[in-house]
């Protein structure tokens, strides 16, 4: 069974510039999760979908990260325009009941 | 203070040696707890999990929760270097759906 993948595994940007994160989960898993890294600090959690609803985004750090999930399938993080703290590792996890599966990560750099 | 504390180490061991990792948190509220190994560029991958005080053990690998002291462990025995990666407690509230994380801890056992 394949694990969560996400794609890109790396992107570098321009401060202001936009991009985008994918996210696909375990076939089958309703739960679909954003976390982030940034330098030096805590992995923490940004938001929390189940299905194509957002049921949790207390931890969007501001309003311009947007998320979506449409048709409850794999899921996208938007981040636009892009800061300079934006930077750091952006992890996508899925679970069906309490455990969560973690992906590779996307290491985003903002110049 | 924050909600979960980890000594983020290095910690160095001999090949053989048992490995102690330790979590401590804040909130009586937090009843999920797991850990996760992190090797470098890499997403976390489940170790283990449990909801209760007392020991779970699997293969080589131990996590003691005790609830009354708000302290958690994971042990290693028998540590190879396979085990070097940056381990990682993630706790969770009663009824919540997102995980807590500690920094981590970098271990590194050297043959």
């Known amino acids: 069974e394949a694990g969560v993948t996400q794609f890109p595994s790396h992107s570098v940007i321009e401060k202001g510039q936009t991009v985008t994160l994918r996210c696909d989960p375990i076939?089958?898993?309703?739960?679909l999760y954003w976390y982030r890294r940034v330098m030096g600090k805590e992995i923490k959690f940004l938001l929390h979908?189940?299905?194509?609803?957002?049921?949790?985004e207390s931890g969007m750090p501001n309003n311009r990260f947007l998320a979506e999930r449409t048709g409850g399938t794999y899921s996208t993080l938007k981040v636009q325009p892009a800061e300079l703290e934006d930077s750091g590792v952006y992890f996508c996890?899925?679970?069906?009941?309490?455990?969560?599966?973690f992906g590779p990560g996307t290491r985003l750099t903002v110049l | 203070q924050k909600e979960v504390e980890q000594d983020p180490g290095p910690l160095s061991v001999p090949e053989g040696a048992i490995v102690s990792l330790n979590c401590t948190y804040s909130?009586?509220?937090?009843?999920?707890f797991m850990w996760y190994r992190q090797y470098s560029r890499k997403g976390p991958e489940l170790l283990m999990y449990?909801?209760?005080?007392g020991n779970k053990e699997d293969g080589r690998f131990t996590a003691q929760v005790d609830k009354s002291s708000k302290y958690i462990s994971l042990f290693i025995r028998d540590s190879q270097p396979s085990d070097s990666a940056t381990y990682l407690c993630?706790?969770?509230?009663?009824?919540?759906?997102?995980?807590?994380f500690g920094p981590g801890t970098r271990l590194s056992v050297l043959p």
């Open positions: 993630a706790i969770r509230r009663i009824g919540g759906q997102n995980f807590v």
């Open positions: 996890a899925s679970s069906q009941v309490d455990t969560q599966y």
């Open positions: 076939s089958g898993h309703d739960n």
């Open positions: 979908f189940v299905k194509e609803s957002k049921q949790d």
């Open positions: 909130n009586s509220a937090f009843q999920y």
């Open positions: 449990t909801y209760s005080s």
